[in-house]
């Protein structure tokens, strides 16, 4: 009996082990708190100039064609926005295609509710907003990500790992600007990532490069010296959707009150 | 097209990249988990609380409940782009999202059923596999059905007294471990959307206890139904044996048997639908008085765009006529019957306004997105996300129930538990 | 232990043994807490290379100079100075090697992105010379009166 009792015991033993090695990975107080920010010489950031952006789309047909997001499909990475504003106090929201061919026209595009014309007496104001990825600090998309297949590196840029991604799409109902979308050929998720492959070798992202008028620039929080960086210290910018606590990276100038 | 393109139909201002991604799949799931947990409550009203009239039901929803359970798993994996990637959230699951806690929960819940129904059958597998062994000339079949309960019986071949309430105790342990587990496993559905800040609607610390309270009504409704339906095929079978066996209970014991049962839960399933509206209407009132920045579309929302699925199918059909129907004096099998059909309709209704209600509207707050579920499929997505694999995930527990009852007596025949 | 009671719960430690077994063969060894912690840094490290990795198709201006040098040199003296190359021809990639050709999009949508007047005086698309695409010279290829090297410049 003792030797069966010797060998049931450490059979189990040995079973035992097995689990809290690999356990011990997770539950390390010390990675778990390690830290949110982590410092280092660089962190990416985005400046936006609402004031300089004429909805020329160039920008986002630059992004699909560098990043290889189908042209034809009715996803991007980044959009441009229009706004109008009419003098009844209503505002008018359009972003044709993502404004991947621009704004041809005057007519807002409802979508299936029609085209609607707006007479050109009664606008009071109207402007185009750029939209892209934040790349968050606190990236909610990171947060819910069931596998680990998106993540945030140390330089701030949230990316996925496209042969990780399940395609549950919980990232792309976690962030609250509608930044993701599942790439139409590879069946997983996607999003604007800075141009990461460009921007680690000294490029600028492609949409940057591609606005005539300057509207966009990208820049390295750490570096004080930076145009970017000098720009949020110094002028009053904004961000989008404040209160979601996301703390997002890409800053506004000419962000005002109707911008969704 | 994109994913989601097809069944999404944009109004005004809606992000360019959002479409309905969250469709009759997601709708699915939560309503398939939620009769699993609640089949599971049932059965263990029975079995922990000693609740001696339930003891049929509970037997019968315990093996439901675990035919619904590979069931649960269906709509995940026909949602999913990369569905043979899905072992992964057990590999390198990521705990700070809900969808993670899937991996650990269900399996728990997965084992602790199962172990129970080991308890509650495992005389029967040591039995039949008695039985069969002692037969001197078995067919290739019987041989299998040998080895299958050998197996089954995972070498424990004591059935004395003393064995047999070991079982017993085991068996209340386990059901009583399962009810928290059962309501975690709905939590945390519940708390896969409440958690979603980017989501106006989902947005709110009730939404686990609205998922835990309306899954337990959905699952005890199932178990009404289909143990009324499992009783009328007896009737019928029996007719036909009586002839042969005179012994067998006639259709008026078989009916005061039945309509107690019936009658005993349906109170509890009134107890849970008072809970379950109570907490729906709760959130709806604080958003209304709060009318935060998101109200104005959320109002367009519940009160015109979905007024009729809300209002009329869920709450009306789906709470208030069964309330009228099971508190009228004089319940009969049949009122009951027509009560849980309405309770069911409104708790998969509860499901689709959360799901697609939540995308109902983009997350600009200027737009709106409308869906239409693709009935006859044109490619391998439309029938994933479609009535076609809807139905499919509906059809199948009963499918495995059938080929259970083959393995399992499912229907107590009085003498044994 | 002699107990039949525990069965089933080695059942279940079998199966969680087994997951633990599939996860050390198909996760790869790389897969970990790194940078910001297991929120965000839950991931497979050498995916960060596989970005990294990722062809670069827009080269700018800069780059078209040393073989087109009176183009070049065309536009930076025009108003259009600040629009890349690119941005009409498409992404350069590996031209000449490959595309051999790059494409000249005549097409009146093209120009009209930033030419097509919208009523928007404040904005700074106000601020562009502008015409309305479906009146002006309709049906018509832009660069056939318009040189969008130079538009000062008349075509010849």
Not at chain 3, 135 to 147: D, F, I, L, Q
Request: glycine content about 8%; aromatic content about 12%; proline content about 5%.
């Amino acid at each position: 009996m003792k030797r069966r009792d010797f060998c049931k015991k450490s059979l189990l033993l040995a079973g035992g082990l097995v689990l809290p090695l690999s356990a011990l990975e997770l539950f390390n107080p010390a990675r778990l708190l390690a830290e949110r920010s982590v410092p280092g010489d660089s962190r990416w950031i985005f400046l936006v100039d609402t004031h300089k952006c004429t909805g020329c789309g160039f920008c986002v047909k630059a992004c699909k064609l560098e990043n290889e997001v189908p042209y034809d499909a009715n996803v991007t990475r980044t959009w441009v926005e229009r706004y109008v504003v009419t003098k009844d106090g209503n505002t008018h929201i359009d972003s044709p295609k993502g404004a991947r061919d621009g704004f041809l026209t005057a007519q807002i595009d409802n979508n299936h509710a029609g085209m609607k014309t707006i007479p050109e007496d009664e606008i009071s104001k109207a402007f185009f907003v750029p939209k892209l990825c934040n790349q968050c600090d606190n990236p909610p998309c990171v947060q819910v990500c069931p596998v680990g297949a998106t993540y945030q590196t140390a330089d701030g840029v949230s990316l996925v790992d496209r042969k990780w991604c399940i395609g549950c799409g919980y990232c792309i109902m976690g962030c609250p600007y509608g930044v993701r979308f599942f790439h139409p050929v590879h069946h997983v998720a996607e999003k604007c990532n800075f141009c990461y492959h460009r921007i680690t070798q000294g490029l600028k992202s492609a949409c940057v490069d591609a606005c005539p008028f300057g509207a966009r620039m990208i820049g390295n929080l750490r570096d004080p010296n930076d145009p970017v960086t000098q720009v949020i210290m110094t002028q009053r910018v904004n961000v989008l959707k404040e209160e979601y606590g996301t703390k997002p990276q890409v800053f506004y100038l000419g962000l005002t009150r109707e911008v969704k | 097209m994109v994913h989601g393109e097809f069944w999404t139909l944009k109004e005004f201002f809606v992000y360019p990249n959002e479409y309905i991604y969250w469709s009759i799949q997601i709708v699915m799931y939560p309503f398939m988990t939620g009769l699993v947990a609640g089949a599971f409550v049932l059965s263990s009203l029975y079995h922990v609380f000693g609740v001696k009239q339930l003891k049929d039901i509970a037997r019968f929803s315990l093996v439901f409940s675990f035919a619904l359970l590979p069931v649960a798993m269906m709509p995940l994996l026909m949602h999913l782009m990369q569905p043979l990637r899905g072992i992964e959230v057990m590999l390198t699951p990521h705990f700070t999202s809900a969808i993670a806690a899937f991996g650990i929960v269900f399996t728990t819940y997965g084992m602790i059923v199962a172990g129970e129904i080991w308890f509650v059958y495992r005389k029967f597998f040591v039995e039949s596999a008695l039985a069969l062994r002692a037969q001197s000339n078995r067919s290739a079949f019987d041989t299998l059905r040998l080895r299958l309960y050998t197996v089954l019986t995972l070498g424990a071949w004591d059935i004395s007294e003393h064995a047999l309430e070991t079982d017993e105790k085991a068996v209340k342990v386990l059901a009583s471990i399962g009810i928290p587990v059962a309501c975690f496993l709905h939590g945390y559905a519940g708390f896969i959307f409440g958690s979603v800040k980017a989501n106006a609607l989902w947005m709110t610390p009730l939404m686990p206890v609205i998922f835990i309270c309306s899954a337990v009504v959905s699952g005890i409704a199932l178990c009404i139904l289909t143990y009324v339906g499992s009783m009328e095929l007896r009737k019928f079978l029996y007719a036909r044996k009586r002839s042969q066996n005179p012994a067998l209970p006639s259709n008026e014991e078989l009916k005061s048997v039945e309509t107690s049962v019936v009658i005993m839960t349906s109170k509890y399933l009134v107890m849970f639908l008072i809970l379950a509206i109570s907490l729906e209407l709760l959130d709806l009132i604080f958003r209304t008085y709060t009318a935060v920045k998101s109200w104005d579309i959320l109002r367009a929302v519940i009160y015109e765009i979905d007024f009729v699925k809300i209002f009329v199918v869920q709450y009306g059909l789906g709470n208030l006529v069964p309330f009228i129907l099971l508190l009228l004096p004089g319940l009969t099998v049949r009122r009951a019957v027509l009560a849980t059909v309405f309770v069911l309709i409104g708790v998969f209704m509860m499901r689709w306004n959360v799901v697609i209600g939540g995308q109902a509207f983009s997350g600009s707050f200027s737009g709106f997105m409308h869906y239409s579920l693709p009935i006859i499929p044109h490619n391998l997505e439309t029938f994933r996300e479609g009535l076609l694999g809807a139905l499919l995930v509906i059809i199948t527990p009963y499918i495995l129930f059938v080929g259970l009852a083959n393995i399992l007596p499912v229907f107590g025949e009085g003498k044994e538990d | 232990m002699k107990n039949h009671v525990w069965r089933p719960l080695l059942v279940a430690l079998g199966l969680v043994a087994f997951i633990l077994l599939l996860r050390v063969i198909l996760v790869p060894d790389d897969f970990g807490i790194h940078d910001r912690g297991y929120m965000y840094g839950w991931y497979r490290s050498s995916n960060v290379q596989e970005w990294k990795n990722v062809t670069v198709k827009y080269h700018g201006s800069k780059g078209c100079q040393e073989c087109h040098e009176e183009n070049y040199q065309e536009v930076i003296a025009s108003p259009h100075a600040d629009i890349q190359c690119e941005n009409c021809h498409g992404p350069r990639g590996e031209h000449p090697d490959n595309p051999e050709k790059l494409s000249i999009d005549r097409d009146r949508a093209l120009c009209l992105r930033c030419h097509q007047h919208l009523p928007y005086p404040e904005s700074a698309r106000g601020k562009l010379p502008a015409i309305e695409g479906d009146k002006h010279h309709a049906g018509e290829v832009c660069v056939s009166c318009h040189n969008p090297h130079d538009p000062t410049q008349e075509v010849k």
